[in-house]
C-alpha cells in the first residue's frame, strides 16, 4: 500500500488470507486483489482530477474481512489489552477503553449461513476505577501513543488495580444496553464487545 495522494491510498497486491477470509464470511461485493485508490475519509472519495476511491470503514468487505481475520488470530491478546497513554489528558487516572459495535441484521443470510448486516455503527467507551462509563469519542485511540520503558514502572501498580481485574466487560455491555437502545420495528438492537 502506498499513498498516491494526501490520506489517499493504492492497494497494489491485497494477501491471499484476507481475499479468503472474505469468501467464508462475505455478505455482499468481494474484496478485491488491488485497489487503484482507498481512503478512510467520507470528504476524500472524490477528488477533483483524481480516480474516486473506496471508501474504507465498517461494511466494507476489506475492512470487515481483515478485522474477521485479526480477531480470529489474536482475540486474546487483544482482551487482555495495551497499556497507552492519552497525549490529551493529563491526569494520573487509569481508565479503560472499550469498542462496542450495533448491527442491524435483515431476515437474509450470506454464504456462511449467518444472518446479513444490513447497518453497523460502533462507539468507543471509557470506565474507570469509579465505575462511572462515558463516551469517548468518535476515534480516541488516534490521540494514544505506547508508554515508554519508565512509563510502564511507573504505572505497573496501577495496571494491577482489583478494579480492571474485575468483570469489565458485563459492566460496559449493560451501560450500553441500558443507556443506548437503538430499536427497528420494535426489535432491541443490542451491542457487540470487542
Known amino acids: 500500500m502506498r499513498e498516491r495522494e494526501p490520506r489517499r491510498y493504492e ?18 461485493n468481494p474484496v478485491l486483489t488491488r485497489y487503484e485508490r482507498i481512503t478512510f475519509e467520507k470528504d476524500l472519495v472524490s477528488v477533483s482530477g483524481k480516480p474516486l476511491a473506496s471508501f474504507v470503514c465498517p461494511g466494507h468487505p476489506l475492512l470487515d474481512a481483515t478485522i474477521d481475520l485479526i480477531l480470529e488470530r489474536y482475540r486474546d491478546p487483544l482482551k487482555r489489552g495495551a497499556a497507552l497513554v492519552d497525549l490529551h489528558d493529563y491526569s494520573d487516572e487509569v481508565r479503560a477503553l472499550f469498542y462496542l459495535e450495533y448491527a442491524i441484521q435483515d ?17 468507543f467507551v471509557e470506565i474507570d476505577g469509579k465505575e462511572q462509563v462515558c463516551d469517548a469519542g468518535y476515534v480516541p485511540y488516534l490521540d494514544y501513543r505506547p508508554l ?13 488495580a482489583d478494579w480492571l481485574q ?7 455491555i449493560t451501560h450500553a444496553a441500558t443507556r ?15
Open 180 to 194: 443506548t437502545k437503538h430499536f427497528v420495528d420494535g426489535i432491541f438492537i443490542g451491542p457487540r464487545l470487542y
Open 148 to 160: 515508554t520503558e519508565n512509563e510502564c514502572v511507573l504505572v505497573a501498580p496501577a495496571l494491577a
Open 11 to 28: 492497494i497494489t497486491h491485497v494477501p491471499a488470507v484476507i481475499r479468503h477470509r472474505d469468501h467464508v464470511i462475505g455478505t455482499g
Open 166 to 172: 474485575g468483570d469489565l466487560e458485563s459492566q460496559i
Open 107 to 123: 431476515a437474509r443470510t450470506d454464504r456462511a449461513g449467518n444472518r446479513r448486516v444490513v447497518s453497523r455503527r460502533m462507539q
